[in-house]
């Protein structure tokens, strides 16, 4: 009989094995409820697949997206190049401002460079030297920092019979009153012209030489020549 029970147990045991595929799943037994519950190893954990109901869009790789990107635009104004809020120094009249610019400064000690278009209207500036400059464009050519605009209040000063007291390269500017034209020995201020005078259109000029019956001629070629003169406004 202990045979027989001994086989029948195996007997059973076998075919719980075979139902499962090979598998042990557990051991028989009472459930004393305490038992932990069996572990899932890596194998043994479920996959989760959630089905969205819509596929992923596929990628072409023929279609290309093109992004803007930003790029600095230069803008041409056809004008010169300007040098813009460069800070200068004057050191003994000269400041470090490129060619083409002058140093604009107030007190002739800092300021900024300002760029000096090409230039031969008329159109006095005070320079820092004491100068007075037919234009910024003729100060910058000079390498001259500008106080500021209108000829020179403190101008170095010159006379008909001492002209060789301005500095080079300017020259004495021998304007009068119409009463100064008598005087023996008219004083004058030291102007910086252009190489070359201006042309001046027929009937425009508003000088005349003094004690003379001349035609009318611009400033410029009454300071160039020396002469003394004084505003008529009866020219032209």
Do not use: K
């Not at 954990?45 to 279609?63: F, I, Q």
């Not at 003994?92 to 002739?108: E, H, R």
């Amino acid at each position: 009989m202990r045979t027989t029970g001994w086989l029948l147990g195996h007997v059973t045991l076998g075919l719980l094995v075979c139902s499962c595929g090979g598998r042990v799943v557990g051991t028989l037994g009472v459930d004393d409820g305490n038992s932990a519950p069996p572990q899932r190893g890596s194998i043994d954990a479920p996959v989760v697949v959630v089905d969205s109901g819509t596929p992923p869009p596929r990628m072409d790789a023929s279609v290309i997206v093109d992004v803007p990107v930003a790029r600095d635009v230069a803008v041409d104004t056809g004008g010169p190049d300007l040098v813009v809020a460069t800070p200068c120094t004057i050191v003994n009249g000269d400041s470090n401002c490129p060619g083409g610019s002058y140093c604009q400064s107030a007190n002739c000690l800092t300021g900024v460079c300002v760029a000096a278009p090409p230039s031969t209207d008329e159109n006095p500036v005070c320079g820092c030297d004491r100068l007075t400059y037919w234009n910024a464009s003729i100060a910058a050519a000079n390498g001259a920092s500008v106080r500021g605009t209108g000829a020179c209040t403190n101008n170095i000063v010159c006379s008909a019979n001492n002209p060789n007291n301005c500095p080079t390269p300017s020259l004495c500017n021998l304007e009068q009153t119409a009463a100064g034209c008598n005087l023996a020995n008219p004083g004058g201020r030291c102007w910086v012209l252009p190489d070359t005078c201006p042309p001046l259109a027929a009937g425009t000029a508003t000088t005349r030489r003094c004690n003379s019956n001349n035609a009318c001629q611009s400033r410029c070629t009454l300071i160039m020549n020396g002469r003394t003169f004084f505003e008529d406004p009866t020219c032209p």
